[in-house]
């Protein structure tokens, strides 16, 4: 894992507690960890506290589960604002449509 901090995602998330996590508000949630692959210690890179690789993999797996979670919506948005650019386009043809037919009627007397 390299130290290029361009690439994190950030997880603005609250993420949500249990009880053996023990995480209170205001304390280090340990988002940014530090993995020594030499003796396989992860670390927290903010506050520097010792994690169980345990820890560590369930918080990743509980970000990765949130951050697919956060996809899921975009991808709904998306395909809701293509349904109304649809929907719009189809009522500005209708229009001019309708504005060509009121053209070419002949005149009332
Ligand atoms: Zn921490």
Not at 61 to 75: H, S
């Amino acid at each position: 894992m390299g130290d290029n901090t361009g690439s994190v995602i950030p997880f603005s998330r609250a993420r949500v507690t249990t009880d053996d996590r023990k995480h209170r508000p205001g304390e280090c949630s340990h988002h940014h960890i530090k993995l020594d692959t030499h003796g396989g210690i992860v670390t927290c890179r903010d506050c520097g506290a010792s994690l169980t690789p345990f820890w560590a993999l369930r918080m990743l797996a509980d970000q990765y589960a949130l951050a697919v979670a956060q996809i899921d919506r975009f991808e709904d948005r998306v395909s809701r604002a293509d349904a109304r650019i649809l929907e719009l386009s189809r009522e500005l043809d209708q229009r001019v449509e309708t504005e060509r037919a009121r053209k070419t009627a002949p005149d009332a007397p």
